[in-house]
């Protein structure tokens, strides 16, 4: 019997892909608007090349652009960056769709709701008060403050923990193969691919861990009918009735 679903939150439940790129050019256009005397391809480009190297929660991204570009640190040029950047955030930060109706569904079904997620823990935070969803969720587990990250068996462990169910009761719900379905799958929790964001069509070496593939968060709530009725079907892509 299922009693926890947990989900992951980038590209789960916040729609965040689109949001950091779209704040990452709009930093870029306002440095360069401000005075930053170098062309936008160049400085994106170079911007996305330190992410990769630094990680998206690195707090000197734009510090550190302007040593990329050889160019004598400005205060006012790094300010521009943060300004657009924030401000992109705040004003077009969404959850993906169908999430409150999926999470309204679950919790009419008795089920128990969970988090798990890598990064930052005020920044994850600040995504789901944001998005008013935080009434929702039971408990928020995040790998920045438990010093460990998916797809480590401990962050699941722990999640489990928590919750004070074992890993059969469980379902989890992500975008990535790897961290999310991979991770679950190693400690035993039943999983669900959502196919969504720059993850779609990524990692497919590890699909094989997931039980089910789909594509809408409205199916979730049949998968979980489906387990709960003993008659699983996995590794099956999953269309919920509209």
Not at 27 to 38: F, L, Q, T
Not at 66 to 79: E, F, I, S, T
Not at 143 to 167: C, N, T, W, Y
Request: net charge neutral; aromatic share 12%; hydrophobic share 40%.
């Amino acid at each position: 019997m299922i009693k926890v679903v947990f989900f992951d939150l980038d590209d789960t439940i916040a729609d965040t892909t689109r949001l950091a790129e779209m704040a990452r050019k709009n930093a870029i256009e306002n440095m360069i608007r401000h005075g930053m005397p170098v062309d936008f391809d160049t400085a994106y480009s170079e911007l996305l090349e330190l992410i990769n190297e630094y990680g998206s929660n690195f707090p000197r991204h734009f510090d550190y652009l302007l040593r990329r570009l050889d160019l004598k640190y400005n205060p006012k040029w790094v300010a521009a960056g943060v300004i657009a950047y924030h401000n992109t955030k705040f004003a077009y930060l969404r959850e993906v769709r169908h999430v409150r109706k999926t999470l309204l569904k679950l919790r009419e079904m008795g089920l128990r709701l969970g988090i798990i997620t890598d990064g930052d823990p005020i920044k994850q935070w600040e995504k789901i008060l944001r998005l008013d969803l935080d009434d929702f969720f039971e408990h928020v587990v995040i790998s920045d403050f438990e010093g460990v990250k998916k797809p480590h068996p401990k962050i699941f462990q722990k999640a489990l923990r928590i919750f004070k169910v074992k890993a059969e009761e469980s379902v989890i719900v992500g975008d990535r193969l790897y961290s999310d379905i991979y991770g679950a799958k190693s400690v035993g929790m039943h999983t669900v691919w959502f196919r969504y964001g720059k993850y779609a069509n990524r990692e497919k070496e590890y699909r094989e861990y997931a039980d089910y593939e789909i594509t809408d968060l409205l199916d979730v709530p049949k998968i979980i009918e489906v387990l709960n009725s003993g008659k699983d079907d996995s590794n099956k892509e999953v269309h919920a009735d509209r």
